[in-house]
């Protein structure tokens, strides 16, 4: 028999049986439900072998239970009809069965006798099995219906009987639902995931619960959604056309399913926050053991799952949807989806929370709640009790609004002291008066103004606007905020009232950070923000670390003179946290060693925020020079180490701040010198003993970057020369041991005799040669290196002056005896230096002596031989080892204290020192040497051509003729041969030697030249000439065309080199000391 024929008597059967069933039924209406013989007839019907009849007694139990459902669905359920239904489900493959016996079972699902017979429990591996098979069939109604029949059991089910009560069962029927969701047909996939939000219900949850399962089914559920159909624009404006026309469009399909998934996707949110607080759930303690390693099994990988597709997704596919026709069911789950993940991974909230901030979900929420909640109220703020639009979505909002909103206020850097309070206090606002603020974006600038009605919702905007602009969202523009911010302060001073401190730090931070595109503030604007800051007992608990604070309270006078110091100090104390760990005592080895590597760090960014701020406002500077005297040694080395870095890179843009910090420096010297004198210079204290050695510090610095147009260098007088004075003072009154005062101290005056010109120092040189102090100090410091070197090798280190007071000494030295000479000053104190150990340390301990040392040793004995070793300044002794044995014969006499042999002594060391690479040194010995020769050329012509015209000389000249044309043409080494040929002719200089520099030249070219080392090329070229020492044509030839290839002689390299300061560590070296 065909289907057609089959169909055919099943339908003629059906309507036979349908018509005899009805009227058995009437028949029966007044017998007991006990008696009834329907449901004994067709189920003896179900039980036949004939599916024609199966199928005709299934279609008449429908029609009977739709007649009279509430008289026959008690007979039916006692008479086990469910259950013979059920079986048909599972040994039947049969579409029109299927259909009806699902239609059956619904209908007497509506029995709560179904249920408490555990019908449900029985029939459920059945109804699995059967939706499995009809999955796979064309006829899509049928599984539709049979997954509407599980549903309507999922929902109804007993919390008290569970269906699942293990794994497998579970397993199962998520298996099935993930076969649904994934259905080609959108129709199937909404009915399955509206069946797997009922199976998401912590009663249907086996033991253990099979997370593993759930998450299949939510990455199932969120694949699908690579194949809806999203409203196109086109679509959007014909949306409510075709919402009439033609409900079954795919557009509209692609929403309810959309709307049926988020429904489900909140669903298994809400389980997981129910298991997370459940502790065996959470645990799922009855796990296989093996299961137990696997990160799949577990509440977390669910949750992480969750939020994964939530950010990955949903979140996408939510806003593309709702972009420009926003529906609220749709967007009341979204939102309730979106509150949901800030309980399920705290551990993760704060990234996910940034990225929802930065993103605009703000905005994305407040419009949504203006759009669609707000009511046809015209008041500025609406009550709680008025009737709004779409309550639920409201509430969704607000309670994502406020969970978004604490997620951000508990990363920020709120002052421990203040951090509880602040959010208890932001919550509280946000949680009461959220929901009465259904106005969109365009709105809040009129809410804000409104001066009548309530200030708490203004409050909850304004937490709002700085939360979101933190994390980069301008909800408004910045002016508008700005103006909006100022108006709010204002009026509620007006009223009487104050401030919450949550809601004030956020305006200070909206006021400025939006400062930059606002207009300047007014005298009475000004007044209020200052009253309300002030309002405050702790300002440091609104502070917030951002560089836009700075420039705010910098950035006006009435607010910088409270607050600025303030500002700066909780700015440097927090980068200073920040950065640094656990702390101890530092010994003097490790200061040193960071100011060695202090040039060589990057600028830190919170330093640069800083530079910034002074170049803006140059009154920052005198307050941070404040704190450098008044604040604790950490803070004040930080200070100055801000301070230093702003003098070392002023040049380009503020030629004169070194002046304009002068009066300053000198009125916090003076001070710090009350400060000391009161103490005693010589005793210890605790609460300034920091603030000499910083400002000393930053004297020498302002010294040393001081830009050669000042006035400074024309004249010697006021603040200059009382600084000098002061400094001077401090330095003669200190202890020896005093090395982090007395350091920067003969520091500032080294720099200061140096950088000055000759003409303009007579009067501070007379002024230190007349301080005693001073000179005691410098004796004491070359007695106890004398002593340390040599006749005590035992002492303590602490009794040895570092490394750096001896070079800053020997440098001090030196210019005080060059413009003593200069000037002729009266000496009225000689300090004592045995010119024995000099000499003797150059000759056989420079290997183990540091560069600094033997620079400033070859800096001192320059300044010696050009006085012909007979300064009034420094009464030099000397020894056997350089003049001999008395009585001295006519040359050690002509050359004393230095003597023949200590003049081939000297000669020989510095030749050595010739060969090294140090570039300072270099220069330092061509200069001691030039010196030397022309000491000896005085006094002892002999002894000087004898020096020169030694072998080691032409050794030493062959060394430097071998090394490369790079150190054949270094300035230093041209000045050394100069000094051959005007000393010796041309015993030492061969032609050779000649024609090989002049051949560097050549290769290298006179424009690759530095301008030092064509100066000294010029003037070596020139003897040559003059002296005609390459007698062939053609070398005189290339000799003049490279003199006039060189021109004219520049002096703007000396002038340059002799304002610059070279800092080796604590150290500072003038160049112009060590001028070729």
């Known amino acids: 028999m065909n289907s057609l024929s089959c169909q055919v008597m099943c339908d003629e059967n059906e309507d036979i049986l349908a018509n005899n069933s009805q009227s058995l039924s009437q028949n029966q209406d007044q017998q007991p439900p006990d008696h009834c013989l329907l449901p004994l007839i067709l189920k003896k019907l179900l039980l036949s072998g004939d599916e024609n009849l199966q199928v005709t007694s299934a279609k008449c139990i429908a029609s009977v239970l739709v007649h009279s459902p509430s008289q026959y669905s008690a007979p039916f359920i006692n008479a086990d009809v469910p259950e013979f239904l059920f079986d048909r489900l599972a040994c039947s493959s049969n579409e029109v069965l299927l259909w009806s016996a699902y239609s059956c079972l619904l209908l007497l699902t509506e029995e709560p006798l179904f249920f408490s017979q555990c019908h449900s429990v029985y029939g459920m591996e059945s109804l699995v099995r059967s939706l499995k098979e009809s999955l796979q069939l064309t006829n899509l109604e049928v599984p539709k219906q049979g997954l509407l029949l599980l549903r309507e059991i999922l929902e109804r089910q007993p919390a008290t009987v569970r269906l699942f009560p293990s794994g497998p069962g579970f397993v199962a029927v998520s298996e099935v639902l993930v076969v649904g969701v994934s259905s080609s047909c959108l129709l199937v996939a909404t009915q399955a995931a509206s069946v797997t939000s009922a199976l998401f219900r912590l009663d249907h949850q086996s033991r253990p619960v099979q997370y593993e399962a759930m998450i299949k089914l939510i990455e199932a559920i969120t694949n699908r959604f690579v194949s809806l159909t999203l409203p196109s624009p086109a679509h959007l404006r014909s949306s409510g056309r075709m919402k009439r026309s033609d409900p079954s469009s795919q557009a509209l399909r692609s929403e309810g399913f959309l709307l049926q998934a988020l429904v489900c996707f909140q669903s298994a949110c809400r389980l997981a ?288 003179e409270k607050f600025a110091a303030l500002v700066l100090e909780l700015w440097l104390t927090k980068e200073q946290d920040t950065n640094t760990g656990p702390t101890r005592a530092d010994t003097q080895e490790e200061k040193e060693s960071r100011a060695d590597e202090r040039s060589d760090q990057k600028t830190d960014t919170e330093t640069m925020e800083l530079l910034s701020v002074m170049e803006k406002y140059p009154a920052v500077i005198l307050t941070l020079l404040d704190m450098v005297c008044t604040r604790e040694a950490p803070l004040a080395e930080r200070v100055l180490g801000v301070l230093e870095v702003l003098l070392g890179g002023q040049r380009d843009y503020n030629i004169n701040l070194c002046t304009n910090l002068r009066p300053a420096l000198l009125q916090a010297l003076q001070r710090v010198s009350v400060v000391n004198t009161d103490h005693g210079f010589e005793e210890e204290y605790s609460a300034q003993v920091n603030s000499l050695p910083l400002v000393l ?180 002794t000397s020894g056997p080892g350089l003049v001999g044995l008395r009585p001295l014969g006519i040359e050690d006499g002509a050359l004393y204290p230095l003597g023949s042999r200590g003049a081939q002594c000297l000669s020989i060391a510095l030749s050595g020192l010739l060969l090294q690479k140090h570039e300072l040194l270099l220069r330092a010995s061509v200069n001691c040497l030039s010196s030397l020769l022309g000491f000896l050329q005085r006094k002892s012509p002999a002894t000087a051509k004898h020096v020169v015209c030694q072998p080691w000389s032409r050794f030493l000249l062959h060394s430097l003729l071998s090394s490369g044309k790079s150190c054949l043409l270094h300035p230093a080494i041209l000045r050394f041969i100069i000094l051959l040929l005007q000393d010796s002719g041309t015993p030492v200089l061969r032609e050779p030697d000649l024609l090989q520099v002049t051949e560097a030249v050549e290769r290298r070219g006179v424009k690759e030249l530095s301008k030092e080392a064509e100066q000294a090329l010029r003037l070596l070229l020139t003897q040559i000439q003059s002296r005609d020492l390459l007698p062939r044509e053609e070398h005189k030839q290339k000799v003049k065309n490279m003199i006039e290839e060189l021109g004219e002689p520049d002096q703007s390299c000396r002038r340059s080199q002799s304002h610059s300061v070279l800092h080796v560590g604590d150290v500072p070296l003038c160049l112009s000391d060590f001028v070729l």
């Open 273 to 560: 926050e129910e298991c997370a607080s459940d502790p065996v759930l959470k645990e799922n303690m009855f796990t296989a053991p093996y299961k137990h390693s696997g990160a799949q099994d577990s509440l977390e990988s669910l949750c992480q799952c969750l939020l994964r597709c939530c950010d990955a997704v949903w979140i996408p596919t939510v806003i593309r949807m709702c972009e420009r026709a926003p529906s609220a069911p749709i967007l009341q789950n979204f939102y309730s989806i979106l509150s949901s993940q800030f309980t399920l991974l705290p551990s993760l909230m704060a990234a996910f929370a940034n990225k929802l901030a930065s993103s605009g979900f703000y905005k994305l929420a407040v419009e949504h709640k203006g759009l669609l909640c707000a009511g046809n109220s015209s008041f500025a703020f609406l009550p709680l009790t008025h009737s709004f639009r779409n309550p639920n979505l409201n509430a969704s909002c607000c309670g994502f609004l406020q969970k978004l909103s604490m997620c951000l206020l508990s990363q920020s850097d709120l002052p421990s002291g203040s951090h509880q309070h602040d959010l208890k206090e932001v919550e509280n606002l946000l949680l009461h008066n959220l929901p009465s603020l259904c106005y969109r974006l365009s709105e809040w600038p009129s809410v804000l103004c409104e001066y009548q009605g309530p200030q708490a919702p203004k409050y909850c905007l304004v937490i709002m606007l700085r939360l979101a602009l933190q994390q980069g969202d301008r909800l408004l523009p910045d002016q508008i905020v700005f103006s909006n911010v100022v108006w709010l302060l204002r009026s509620v001073q007006e009223q009487g009232c104050v401030v919450p401190h949550s809601v004030l730090r956020s305006a200070l931070y909206l006021l400025a950070v939006t400062q930059d595109k606002s207009p300047s503030l007014d005298g009475a604007s000004l007044n209020c923000i200052s009253k309300a800051l002030s309002s405050c007992q702790s300002f440091s608990s609104l502070y917030f670390h951002h560089p836009a604070l700075i420039h705010f309270m910098c950035r006006y006078p009435e607010l910088a």
């Open 697 to 876: 510090k930053l004297l020498c610095v302002t010294q040393a970057s001081d830009p050669p147009s000042s006035p400074h260098y024309s004249n010697m007088e006021g603040v200059h020369f009382k600084l000098l004075y002061h400094v001077s003072n401090i330095a003669g009154r200190l202890k020896p041991t005093k090395t982090e005062s007395l350091l920067p101290a003969i520091s500032y005056l080294y720099c200061c005799l140096s950088l000055s010109p000759a003409h303009c120092t007579d009067r501070a040189v007379s002024m230190l040669l007349s301080n005693s102090g001073l000179m005691d100090q410098l004796q004491t410091v070359f007695s106890s290196s004398s002593s340390s070197s040599f006749s005590a090798p035992s002492l303590s280190p602490s009794a040895c002056p570092p490394l750096a007071l001896l070079c800053c000494c020997h440098l001090l030295l030196s210019s005080l005896i060059t413009l003593q000479r200069v000037h002729s000053t009266q000496v009225h104190k000689s300090i004592t230096w045995s010119l024995d150990t000099a000499v003797q340390r150059l000759l056989t301990q420079k290997r183990n002596t540091d560069s600094l040392l033997l620079i400033s040793y070859l800096r001192l004995l320059q300044a010696l031989l050009d006085t012909d070793l007979a300064s009034e300044v420094v009464c030099l």
